[in-house]
């Protein structure tokens, strides 16, 4: 009877949508927090490190002085100016401050993007291990994530097979996703890939969704954004913020880039989500553009130290087949012969981790559809002294559950 009240009636697609597994893992690490066991985490995707000093006492003025209304919908012009600088002197992407438009975060940039494209029936490209937002929105959208499995081999890593992204296509394809640097994998793609992927979206006459929100982590070599392809504004909607790079993921901001024609009219759609982002964050996020970087080039660098000791780490355990990643924060081993000896998939073997070594890992199929299903992503934003001890007791798991 109660099952009849209309507040029990919510749209189905909602209810197929899936959650962030990472979330889910966070509270229960918690839990066992609370009952007192030293839990190492290796499942958040935030910097571990707080966000500057700089920044926050910036926030603070600007609350201080009582700036605590709406902005304009698209961002207030000395961050959208901010902001492209920060694209134009690092890529070299010529765009306008009329270009960006500031969203609560990259997630509400890329749902904008994707919402203000797509369409029910529309398919969208997504190379898989993938971060699970870009297929669950097209899906709540009515539009059908198409996802491309990406090669694998311990030496060289991930790739993209173009062919097999090609082959994927029809009338009914309208975007691609690139996330460079690349969430769960640790991949950066090389600029022939990336101008490779861009060739393959103007041949289409497809859209690229370009997630950059990881550009500052890269450890080989300096990164090259897809808006240093001239041409770039006719195909590209791109995504990035403050979230990652300045370690401010519950600030909530982050921007679309676009071409400003089109930005004037997606803007149509922000006002009607979320209004503006907070006017004091805004303030703060100037600050943190134009700032002092020091802490930020000091962060990568602790965190390039946490990826070689992770590294060294996983490559001892016996079965775990380990890539060393050349950006973002992830590590993402392949552990299909481990599963299969002890006969557990992924997810039971990550549960298992964490109720007996209270190590939280994440299992690769929360990186849908399938692809993940043999590996397990770790996020080294923790302390090298977390890393070491996390590996340790991950390492006699193993070895009890081989014997
Ligand atoms: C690839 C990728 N894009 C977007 C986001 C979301 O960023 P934000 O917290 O700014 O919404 C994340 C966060 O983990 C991410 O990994």
Same mark, same amino acid.
């Given at each position: 009877?109660?099952?009849?009240?209309?507040?029990?009636?919510?749209?189905?697609?909602?209810?197929?949508?899936?959650?962030?597994?990472?979330?889910?893992?966070?509270?229960?690490?918690?839990?066992?927090?609370?009952?007192?066991?030293?839990?190492?985490?290796?499942?958040?995707?935030?910097?571990?490190?707080?966000?500057?000093?700089?920044? $926050? =006492? #910036?926030?603070? !003025? /600007?609350? *201080?002085?009582?700036?605590?209304?709406?902005?304009?919908? @698209?961002?207030?012009?000395?961050?959208?100016?901010?902001?492209?600088?920060?694209?134009?002197?690092?890529?070299?992407?010529?765009?306008?401050?009329?270009?960006?438009?500031?969203?609560?975060?990259?997630?509400?940039?890329?749902?904008?993007?994707?919402?203000?494209?797509?369409?029910?029936?529309?398919?969208?490209?997504?190379?898989?291990?993938?971060?699970?937002?870009?297929?669950?929105?097209?899906?709540?959208?009515?539009?059908?994530?198409?996802?491309?499995?990406?090669?694998?081999?311990?030496?060289?890593?991930?790739?993209?097979? $173009? =062919? #097999?992204?090609? !082959? /994927?296509? *029809?009338?009914?394809?309208?975007?691609?996703?690139?996330? @460079?640097?690349?969430?769960?994998?640790?991949?950066?793609?090389?600029?022939?890939?990336?101008?490779?992927?861009?060739?393959?979206?103007?041949?289409?006459?497809?859209?690229?969704?370009?997630?950059?929100?990881?550009?500052?982590?890269?450890?080989?070599?300096?990164?090259?954004?897809?808006?240093?392809?001239?041409?770039?504004?006719?195909?590209?909607?791109?995504?990035?913020?403050?979230?990652?790079?300045?370690?401010?993921?519950?600030?909530?901001?982050?921007?679309?880039?676009?071409?400003?024609?089109?930005?004037?009219?997606?803007?149509?759609?922000?006002?009607?989500?979320?209004?503006?982002?907070?006017?004091?964050?805004?303030?703060?996020?100037?600050?943190?553009?134009?700032?002092?970087?020091?802490?930020?080039?000091?962060?990568?660098?602790?965190?390039?130290?946490?990826?070689?000791?992770?590294?060294?780490?996983?490559?001892?355990?016996?079965?775990?087949?380990?890539?060393?990643?050349?950006?973002?924060?992830?590590?993402?081993?392949?552990?299909?012969?481990?599963?299969?000896?002890?006969?557990?998939?992924?997810?039971?073997?990550?549960?298992?981790?964490?109720?007996?070594?209270?190590?939280?890992?994440?299992?690769?199929?929360?990186?849908?559809?399938?692809?993940?299903?043999?590996?397990?992503?770790?996020?080294?934003?923790?302390?090298?002294?977390?890393?070491?001890?996390?590996?340790?007791?991950?390492?006699?798991?193993?070895?009890?559950?081989?014997?």
């Amino acid at each position: 009877m109660s099952q009849n009240k209309p507040i029990n009636h919510i749209n189905p697609v909602i209810s197929e949508l899936k959650g962030e597994k990472g979330f889910l893992y966070i509270e229960r690490a918690k839990q066992l927090a609370s009952k007192g066991y030293k839990v190492i985490s290796f499942g958040v995707g935030q910097p571990d490190i707080p966000t500057p000093d700089h920044i $926050i =006492d #910036k926030a603070k !003025e /600007a609350l *201080d002085n009582k700036v605590t209304g709406y902005t304009e919908t @698209n961002g207030i012009k000395g961050l959208r100016e901010a902001i492209t600088e920060y694209l134009n002197n690092r890529y070299n992407a010529q765009a306008d401050p009329d270009d960006i438009i500031v969203t609560t975060g990259a997630k509400t940039a890329l749902f904008l993007a994707i919402a203000s494209y797509i369409k029910p029936g529309d398919k969208i490209l997504i190379p898989e291990p993938s971060y699970p937002a870009y297929g669950e929105v097209a899906r709540f959208l009515g539009a059908q994530p198409i996802y491309i499995k990406m090669d694998f081999d311990q030496y060289n890593g991930f790739r993209i097979d $173009i =062919d #097999k992204l090609e !082959e /994927a296509i *029809d009338s009914r394809t309208k975007m691609i996703v690139l996330n @460079n640097p690349h969430n769960p994998t640790g991949k950066v793609f090389t600029w022939e890939e990336v101008k490779e992927i861009f060739q393959l979206a103007v041949d289409n006459n497809m859209l690229i969704l370009a997630d950059e929100i990881y550009d500052n982590f890269t450890y080989e070599k300096t990164f090259k954004s897809i808006l240093s392809i001239p041409e770039w504004k006719d195909y590209v909607l791109y995504v990035n913020g403050f979230s990652k790079t300045f370690s401010m993921t519950g600030w909530r901001l982050g921007y679309l880039a676009v071409k400003k024609d089109i930005a004037r009219s997606l803007t149509r759609l922000a006002v009607n989500i979320y209004s503006c982002a907070p006017s004091f964050v805004q303030v703060a996020g100037i600050e943190a553009l134009k700032g002092d970087w020091d802490p930020i080039y000091k962060m990568i660098e602790e965190f390039r130290v946490r990826r070689d000791t992770l590294y060294n780490e996983l490559s001892n355990i016996p079965g775990f087949k380990v890539w060393k990643p050349e950006g973002a924060f992830y590590m993402f081993p392949k552990i299909d012969e481990i599963l299969n000896s002890i006969e557990m998939d992924v997810e039971r073997f990550v549960e298992y981790l964490l109720d007996k070594h209270h190590v939280v890992t994440l299992p690769g199929t929360a990186f849908p559809d399938k692809a993940g299903d043999t590996f397990i992503r770790f996020s080294y934003a923790t302390s090298v002294e977390d890393i070491k001890e996390g590996a340790k007791r991950i390492k006699k798991a193993v070895e009890e559950l081989l014997k």
